[in-house]
């Protein structure tokens, strides 16, 4: 079985700072990591993905993500915040061998200060 | 290029009236398809998701239904809504050994 576990729900941080999205999965398998954005009232985007090879990932709008088998982590990363990364973000996981079910985190919300 | 089609995206209900939620998927053939729902606070639960035409797997036990009368369309239905059906319910794709899905834009239904 594979799921996935987000810590915190909510998190703030001032424009301009370091955004760190905490994300641990739980795999039988290799594991297909992901992660999606999602504005308000708005379905998923995609921001990033890990299937095989280079194991720090990076997406659109400045967010990286690194997959650490040790830590069976794949925390969301940006370096400087912009007021427009307000959102909500879902870290999930692919099984991939099992018609491609894809098992979400509860999400994280962002917040940025002015 | 594939795109994905959902609606409506708004909809309110009142509790015991039927619903039907219609997804469809342009550009591509044979897609895995998905129904996943996020209630208020929590994170996306996966409903149902469908390999073939008529093919429906159910992955919780609910009030609601999914059916898929074409290859390209998936449907999710109720015959009487509950108040806990209340959420913002989101079809999406993929295409089979692909590891990536592509969500619609969503439906927010509240049921009064």
């Known amino acids: 079985a594979q799921s996935v576990t987000q810590l915190g729900s909510h998190v703030s941080v001032s424009e301009g700072a370091l955004v760190l999205l905490r994300c641990n999965y739980s795999s039988s398998v290799p594991p297909y990591l992901f992660w999606y954005v999602q504005y308000p009232n708005q379905g998923l985007q995609l921001l990033l993905k890990y299937t095989t090879g280079a194991t720090l990932v990076k997406g659109i709008n400045g967010f990286e993500a690194e997959f650490k088998k040790s830590e069976t982590s794949f925390h969301l990363t940006k370096p400087s915040a912009h007021m427009s990364d307000a959102a909500e973000y879902f870290c999930?996981?692919?099984?991939?061998?099992?018609?491609?079910?894809?098992?979400f985190g509860s999400g994280t919300k962002l917040n940025v200060k002015p | 290029s594939q795109t994905i089609h959902q609606w409506p995206a708004t909809l309110v209900q009142p509790v015991g009236s039927p619903l039907s939620l219609e997804c469809t998927v342009e550009g591509t053939s044979n897609p895995n398809l998905y129904w996943y729902r996020q209630a208020a606070g929590r994170g996306l639960q996966l409903l149902f998701y469908?390999?073939?035409?008529?093919?429906i797997s159910s992955e919780v036990p609910q009030n609601l239904s999914a059916s898929r009368p074409q290859d390209r369309q998936f449907i999710l239905s109720s015959k009487k809504l509950l108040l806990s059906d209340s959420g913002f319910y989101l079809c999406?794709?993929?295409?089979?050994?692909?590891?990536?899905?592509?969500f619609g834009q969503g439906t927010r239904l509240t049921v009064v």
């Open positions: 999930a996981v692919c099984d991939l061998y099992n018609f491609n079910k894809f098992y």
């Open positions: 999406a794709w993929s295409v089979p050994g692909r590891n990536v899905a592509f």
């Open positions: 469908s390999v073939g035409i008529g093919q």
